[in-house]
């Protein structure tokens, strides 16, 4: 049975870090993308980042680009999300999914999803 978990949201105050983690199970990650996205109190489900399996392709958000990092373990199963100089409009619940090879733009490409994890950016 497929499975994300995703770890490691908090409260940070504004210019700090958290990092993510998106643990897997029921399924190996040297052939899957995984995808991280977010949503905000009265918004809609964003894209954030992905990284691609058939190539390795790393794709970011326009607003988490120089801030967040993806990076996976495959031995470990899990893709991290490092958020630096975070800001209070990163708040947040974020979600990492996941489909076969390659990232998508189509959140309904993602076949299965994890719980998601609160962040919460304010002084």
Do not use: H
């Amino acid at each position: 049975q497929v499975q994300l978990v995703e770890s490691g949201g908090g409260l940070v105050q504004p210019g700090g870090s958290l990092r993510l983690s998106c643990a897997a199970s029921g399924f190996s990650l040297d052939y899957n993308a995984i995808g991280w996205f977010r949503q905000a109190p009265g918004k809609e489900r964003e894209g954030v980042s992905c990284i691609s399996r058939s190539d390795g392709s790393i794709y970011y958000q326009n607003s988490a680009k120089g801030r967040f990092t993806i990076s996976r373990d495959n031995d470990k199963k899990t893709v991290y999300l490092q958020m630096d100089s975070l800001k209070p409009e990163d708040t947040a619940v974020y979600y990492c999914a996941t489909r076969l090879l390659r990232c998508s733009r189509y959140q309904r490409d993602f076949a299965s999803w994890g719980q998601g994890t609160q962040v919460t950016v304010s002084s």
